[in-house]
């Protein structure tokens, strides 16, 4: 997908609900309440996180380009999408940023140091300037890279097929592809910035990283898949093992151990709409999570109802319709439809 293609399809699943800027914060992966509860509402997992350094700048030019062509109600606080926009088909994505969360980071940084190390050994050179200076990195490729043998001529032939390997199946364009192959750098060989992938290809170099980011997405998935050898190890700490945040990991684990939603608050000195925030994130990554322990299934049918009835998700909307139910509880009935239940 191109970068306007993104925010147009994070535009289409929250129109009229949600303001102008609330596709920069989701793609940014600002972990507020009102973000992560709109992964859940509006399926919008996909997206979240997979431009952590988008500028503000970069994100309303693109919404000017959206406005320029029709797609976009002009001068609108809320998202507006016109006909025109609605009717633009969409292609699919390898995008993850829900899963992984910003990881494949972490995994091109281990891969481009294996790689530039492999071609300068290679070429007898022992000494070079390593192309990437976290020293968490540079440590965690020293211990893999003498774990596997790398020196061994077998071992470098092998490490390249299940790379090329990799790349070959990844879900997506031959394009996006070599954009990852013109990053990595080896043995008097540089990996090119953005804007110079980008003025070779003629595109933005906001476009460019995007392509970067599905192409690792998509060959996240294929190691989980096929698990070659050499380089499933890379998938060390990259995959997330939970589909929550830390902090609600650690509200999940005292209301497991039976402490209430105003003593989890108390315990951990947060706000309780923060822990509103977090039973709400369970609820959304949970089908079979207990809403009944916060409300009867009268008023959790009567959320539903009344939402579907005004097709939308805005809480102030549902609040009008349903005084009797508190936002959280209108809230946590969302984020369970969101769950599949």
Excluded at 5 to 34: C, N
Excluded at 158 to 184: C, G, N, T, V, Y
Excluded at 296 to 303: H, P, R, S
Aim: glycine content about 6%; overall charge neutral; proline content about 4%.
């Amino acid at each position: 997908m191109r970068f306007d293609e993104v925010v147009l399809a994070i535009m289409k699943a929250v129109d009229g609900q949600r303001t102008i800027s609330s596709p920069y914060h989701l793609i940014k992966g600002k972990k507020s309440g009102q973000t992560i509860q709109d992964i859940g509402y509006f399926n919008l997992h996909p997206f979240f996180g997979v431009l952590p350094k988008l500028e503000k700048s970069d994100y309303l030019a693109a919404v000017a380009r959206l406005q320029s062509t029709g797609m976009l109600e002009p001068e609108a606080e809320q998202v507006r999408l016109t006909a025109r926009g609605f009717e633009v088909p969409l292609p699919t994505t390898p995008l993850n940023g829900w899963k992984y969360r910003g990881n494949e980071r972490r995994f091109f940084a281990r891969l481009s140091l294996i790689v530039q190390t492999m071609s300068c050994f290679i070429q007898g050179q022992n000494r070079f300037d390593p192309v990437v200076s976290d020293e968490a990195i540079q440590n965690w490729v020293k211990t893999y890279l003498h774990r596997i043998h790398f020196r061994d001529s077998v071992v470098q032939h092998e490490f390249r097929m299940q790379l090329e390997s990799m790349l070959e199946r990844a879900d997506a364009a031959s394009w996006q592809k070599d954009i990852i192959i013109e990053r990595l750098s080896g043995f008097n060989i540089g990996g090119l910035t953005w804007d110079q992938i980008a003025n070779r290809g003629k595109i933005f170099p906001i476009d460019a990283q995007l392509a970067a980011v599905e192409v690792l997405h998509a060959s996240l998935a294929v190691l989980e898949e096929h698990q070659p050898p050499l380089l499933i190890s890379l998938l060390e700490g990259v995959i997330q093992q939970s589909a929550l945040t830390e902090s609600a990991k650690r509200t999940q684990s005292l209301f497991e151990r039976g402490f209430s939603l105003q003593q989890i608050a108390e315990l951990r000195q947060l706000k309780t709409s923060t822990i509103e925030d977090h039973f709400v994130e369970l609820a959304m990554n949970d089908p079979a999570f207990l809403y009944t322990l916060f409300m009867d299934a009268t008023v959790y049918e009567m959320i539903h109802k009344t939402s579907e009835e005004l097709k939308t998700m805005r809480l102030r909307d549902i609040k009008q319709q349903l005084p009797e139910a508190s936002y959280f509880q209108i809230r946590l009935a969302l984020a369970m439809r969101g769950a599949g239940k």
